[in-house]
T-cell receptor
């Protein structure tokens, strides 16, 4: 069965420092996509970054990078040079072919607090 | 236009009321989704429409009724809701159901059932 696990309910980071948010996943499918979303207190979910299961290089989008370790089934999000506006809930998510790609499942989320 | 627009932003309704949530996108996306999110929890999938056809219904109670009148519009009709249905309702869209497409979410409707 599909599963996403985020073990850090809350994280603190000093402004301008880097932070890693952990995510492990489980799926029986060879084809899948991994995603990270940010949800500020306003409620809107914002798509940050995508990693495909066959991608050999780690995905990067500006200050966001995804540390993809396929053998360990982990897809950690690295945020470099943290900013106060990065304070939000972060969700790791996955889609796989078992459901025709229609379903995205989300982890429980990690609340990130950026300190000035 | 790279937005998903949801209306209303807030809704308070009684248990005997009928109301509708509306979601609109003009990005040409062919898959649209309704999610329900309780406080401090991840979003839970309710319905998926792909090319205007209902593809997934996650065993949602019949008091929630989705409708996709055209490729840009998605509605969620509400009737005889319970207080436990109070939540943030998020609409999302993606180019299609392909595995590599992230979702564009609307800002949600905060629903309170009294």
């Amino acid at each position: 069965a599909q599963k996403i696990t985020q073990t850090q309910p809350g994280m603190f980071v000093q402004e301008k420092e880097a932070v890693t948010l952990d995510c492990t996943y489980d799926t029986s499918d060879q084809s899948y996509g991994l995603f990270w979303y940010k949800q500020p207190s306003s409620g809107e979910m914002i798509f940050l970054i995508y990693q495909g299961s066959y991608d050999e290089q780690n995905a990067t989008e500006g200050r966001y990078s995804l540390n993809f370790q396929k053998a360990r089934k982990s897809a950690n999000l690295v945020i470099s040079a943290s900013q106060l506006g990065d304070s939000a809930m972060y969700f790791c998510a996955m889609r796989d072919g078992n459901t025709g790609g229609f379903k995205t499942i989300f982890g429980a989320g990690t609340r990130l607090f950026v300190k000035a | 236009d790279t937005e998903v627009t949801q209306t209303p932003k807030h809704l308070v309704m009684g248990m005997t009321n009928k109301k509708s949530l509306k979601c609109e996108q003009h990005m040409g996306h062919r898959a649209m989704y309704w999610y329900k999110q309780k406080a401090k929890k991840p979003p839970e999938l309710m319905f998926v429409y792909s090319y205007e056809k209902l593809s997934i219904n996650e065993s949602v109670p019949s008091r929630f009724s989705p409708e996709c009148p055209n490729s840009s519009l998605l509605n969620l009709h509400l009737h005889a809701l319970q207080p436990e249905d109070s939540a943030l309702y998020l609409c999302a869209s993606s180019q299609d159901a392909g595995l590599s497409y992230g979702y564009t979410f609307g800002s949600g409707t905060r629903l309170t059932v009294v």
